[in-house]
């Protein structure tokens, strides 16, 4: 049995495109195609992965999920990014289709041996479901959410793009609502750097976190998602990105600031819904507002005895560091062991580098609490 990944990659320019094909074919992908159509360039990639004689699809589960990662920094070395992927059957296209830029009918990926295990799911730590079972209901504000800000799939960003798919929200393929946030946080680690992908979905992350349509879970999981925006934390998705100037022009680091401005212009209104927010909500909400904390201080720092943490347990360390800069304090990350302490001025690196560390500790317990 083999099964085919079809993955889809857009690239800055024709050139970049050519390069992330012939890489491709290198690797061990049966077909690349370029497909013709306004905008940037569109590569359609195939790859056949062999299941092991005698074991069922499943147990290849694991390293397809890390294929994703290693497809996506593939692009990215080229300029690009990942924009979607899907199962499909392992075949090519006819030889003289348009634009087919590498085909080997027969070629397989190789798979390491042993194949890796599926990590254990998260237990959740929130009591109670925080998605409940209305998912047509949820799936269709957020929907409307994307036809407000971005008109058409052409307009919006890629990851997002699958939102505005006149049929969805009518059809309701989702069992329940946390399939649906699972599937949309998996597009999200993606957004396009090109055009701004990720910087134009801060709008609608934004709105989703305040509507009161969505379920608690959603709306923490909109929260963690600017969170990650605004410390780039899903470059970590694709490891061979590099930290500046690349081929097509793409600028890692001016990117990262560009994106992280974004979400702030949001916070202090977001900073608004704290007593509308669930819990975990507004441990996010907290974790956001040490980057502006002229514009979010006065609100959040009376309230962070809320937050549902425990002296001395997970999560007290990086609540001092939350309020230290919502007081205008710079203090040191904590190392394991080690309390935080005012070591300088707010705009010091060592502010800086505490709000990453927040911001990371914070989306870190919001993923494993939501299970998403």
């Known amino acids: 049995m083999v099964i085919g990944v079809a993955y889809l990659l857009v690239m800055p320019g024709e050139s970049a495109a050519r390069g992330a094909a012939a890489e491709s074919g290198r690797r061990g992908f049966r077909s690349v195609r370029l497909e013709a159509g306004p905008g940037f360039p569109r590569l359609s990639a195939l790859a056949a992965y062999p299941v092991p004689e005698g074991r069922p699809p499943e147990v290849l589960d694991a390293h397809l999920a890390a294929e994703r990662g290693r497809v996506a920094a593939l692009a990215r070395e080229y300029g690009g990014t990942l924009a979607a992927w ?8 006819d030889e003289g289709a348009d634009r087919l830029l590498h085909v080997a009918p027969e070629a397989l990926m190789a798979l390491p041996d042993p194949l890796p295990e599926a990590e ?83 709008a609608f992350h934004a709105e989703v976190a305040a509507s009161p349509a969505v379920s608690p879970g959603g709306r923490t999981v909109a929260l963690r998602e600017l969170l990650a925006a605004a410390a780039d934390l899903h470059a970590g998705t694709v490891p061979a990105a590099p930290a500046g100037p690349v081929p097509g022009g793409f600028d890692r680091v001016g990117y990262a600031a560009e994106l992280r401005a974004a979400v702030v212009t949001r916070v ?26 002229p514009a979010t201080a006065e609100v959040v720092l009376p309230r962070l005895g809320e937050l549902p943490v425990r002296p001395g347990g997970p999560g007290s360390a990086e609540l001092r560091l939350i309020g230290a800069l919502l007081r205008g304090e710079s203090p040191d990350p904590p190392g394991p062991g080690s309390p935080a302490g ?9 502010a800086d580098a505490a709000r990453l560390s927040v911001a990371a500790a914070v989306a870190g317990e919001l993923t494993s609490g939501l299970g998403v």
Request: hydrophobic residues 45%; neutral net charge.
């Open 86 to 93: 899907a199962h499909g059957p392992a075949a090519v296209p």
């Open 120 to 202: 254990a799911r998260p237990r959740r730590r929130w009591k109670g479901d925080p998605f409940g079972a209305a998912a047509p209901a949820e799936v269709r504000a957020v929907v409307e959410v994307a036809r407000r800000l971005y008109g058409t799939p052409e307009a919006a960003p890629a990851g997002l793009a699958h939102l505005l798919d006149p049929g969805l929200a009518e059809e309701d393929p989702y069992p329940d609502t946390r399939s649906f946030w699972e599937e949309l946080t998996v597009c999200v680690q993606h957004l396009p750097a090109l055009g701004g992908g990720g910087i134009r979905a801060v």
């Open 268 to 293: 202090p209104g977001l900073v608004r819904t704290w007593d509308a927010q669930p819990l975990p909500a507004r441990y996010a909400l907290a974790a956001l507002a040490t980057f502006v904390p």
């Open 342 to 350: 005012p070591v300088g001025p707010a705009g010091s690196p060592g």
